[in-house]
């Protein structure tokens, strides 16, 4: 059980607090195209600034590379972000990020005042946890405060290195749920808890398949994955993904299901395409029955009733990865249907970020979610069971 110090726990008046949020949102031509992101931050920074706190906001932004460019820089942020708070952030521009101006701004605080620092990947030591920039960022601020989930699984100097130099550090709001259901949900879950994966590849879900294999009652598979699956159980694939030097791991994994009583379904029936386009003509066939020429595309209506009735009953459910090409409207219906399933099933629903979160908003099914991650690479590896840096360097309870 993973049992971090949240910022419920500490009282910052009038203390520097150092919050690293992820601000890591879609730029065109310097303006904002989607601020969820920056809403999701808000409830850590309000609870701060009511706490008589000194609010120091840093995030990186993009891949500058370690260098200052200007159409990376985090200013529209702090314009923005005044705005959805309703006090004015003062932007620190810095191409040093701790430099001048973030030293004298900070120097001039009262309490409940908020600054921006500029993007930390302007500095090259950022990605490479340089001990200098961490010294110089743990500086700034008397406490830490890690609200960003995105980039947990990585170790920067602004979300661990800089932990080794401050005495406080802790999780905010949205790290905090983060860890609740990602992390302490799958580990403890509420049964029957059922798995459900998607996503083209079975390679880049191996660990994933392995650690829930371990935990699960049921675990679906769809997607681009269950090609693999069923080419290795002999069956005719057409055109369809496929990863060949995974086939023998698809008959394992079959087989270690069986081993441990965990149900391990697999489509029964797909939405096939004689091109790879939404003007394509769909077909509907079962398993393993896909002509020459033809690819599949989707999970087929057999499967969304199969896979909508394995959660039904469930407690807790962990989604990661679409059913199907969900981008081409031919070829949603069963991204939708499981959304749907999940949308109307009493169990804690959790989607594991990335394509799966794109997808569930997109359908119009996100207010129904218990918890929808922030993390693509973050929440996978939370889902492969592994320690994530950013979670580990804050303070135990």
Not at 251 to 272: Q, S, T
Request: charged fraction near 25%.
């Amino acid at each position: 059980m993973l049992n971090k110090k949240s910022v419920d726990d500490i009282n910052v008046k009038g203390k520097r607090v150092l919050v690293r949020c992820d601000f890591n949102v879609p730029l065109i031509d310097g303006k904002i195209t989607d601020e969820n992101r920056l809403v999701a931050a808000l409830p850590t920074i309000k609870k701060l600034v009511a706490d008589g706190g000194k609010i120091i906001l840093c995030s990186h932004l993009g891949k500058p590379k370690g260098e200052p460019k200007p159409e990376l820089s985090l200013a529209p942020v702090a314009v923005r972000l005044s705005e959805l708070l309703g006090q004015e952030v003062k932007f620190a521009a810095d191409a040093t990020v701790v430099g001048e101006n973030a030293k004298a701004a900070v120097d001039a605080m009262n309490e409940g005042d908020v600054i921006l620092l500029e993007n930390t990947r302007y500095r090259a030591e950022e990605t490479k946890n340089g001990e200098e920039f961490s010294k110089e960022l743990a500086s700034l601020c008397d406490v830490f405060v890690n609200d960003a989930f995105g980039t947990a699984h990585r170790a920067h100097c602004s979300n661990v290195g800089v932990t080794q130099f401050v005495d406080t550090a802790v999780v905010g709001y949205l790290m905090q749920k983060e860890i609740d259901f990602l992390g302490n949900a799958v580990n403890n879950p509420e049964r029957p808890f059922v798995a459900i994966l998607g996503g083209a590849k079975v390679s880049s879900k191996i660990s994933v398949i392995e650690n829930l294999l371990d935990k699960v009652d049921t675990l679906i598979i769809g997607g681009g994955m269950a090609y693999t699956f069923s080419k290795a159980r002999g069956g005719k694939i057409g055109l369809s993904l496929c990863e060949d030097d995974y086939m023998e791991y698809a008959l394992n994994m079959l087989k270690k299901a069986e081993e441990k009583g965990v149900k391990l379904l697999l489509p029964v029936d797909h939405r096939i395409g004689d091109d790879f386009s939404n003007d394509a003509n769909v077909q509907i066939v079962n398993s393993g029955e896909i002509p020459e020429g033809w690819e599949g595309m989707d999970i087929g209506p057999k499967t969304e009733v199969l896979f909508a009735d394995a959660v039904k009953d469930a407690k807790t459910v962990v989604w990661n990865g679409p059913m199907g090409c969900f981008e081409m409207p031919k070829f949603a219906n069963g991204t939708e249907a499981v959304a749907k399933a999940l949308a109307e099933t009493d169990a804690v629903t959790i989607i594991g970020g990335g394509d799966s979160a794109a997808a569930v908003n997109q359908l119009g099914y996100g207010d129904k979610m218990t918890h929808i991650s922030t993390g693509g690479g973050a929440s996978l590896e939370f889902l492969e069971g592994k320690e994530l840096p950013g979670v580990a360097a804050a303070n135990d309870k």
